[in-house]
């Protein structure tokens, strides 16, 4: 029965992917990436990462998804543009599908299941998720995690830019 559960969650994810990426209205796609979040939570939550679940559920539906918003609503898009040149090209879409099939089927391919490193459940039961989760971050991936973070105001400092020069 659990596997069910977590079969259905699995696949609605990818259903509410692709419901998000297909809609025009930018809104409609900021609600069914609201959706995907809390399918991703709740994906989470069976594979007993209750911190990241509460992590996915503050920062990406409650602050990105807000910033989401505000730039939709900052540009004023009510619908999204339609580029004919791209959008009727099934020939580029079959070949996207494609190398993006390629690209997770040579990533599969090199998953080991049996590698166990220094964060095994056992360690992360013994000291907590969050402090497992934060030692990571802050002492071996630091530098990545503050790259990411200023990738991330890039695009606000533009959207901001942009919104501001539309007003003069």
Sequence with gaps: MLYLIFGYFALSIIGITLMAL????PIHAVLWLLLLFMHIAVLYLFLNAEFLAAVQIIVYAGAILVMFLFTVFLLGVREMPREERFTNLWQGRVAVGLAMMAVLALTLSKIMPTWKGQYSIEYIERVGHTKA???VLFNEFAFPFFLIGVILLIPMIAVVAIAWRGRS
């Design 22 to 25: 297909s809609r025009r209205n």
């Design 133 to 135: 989760v934060g030692s």
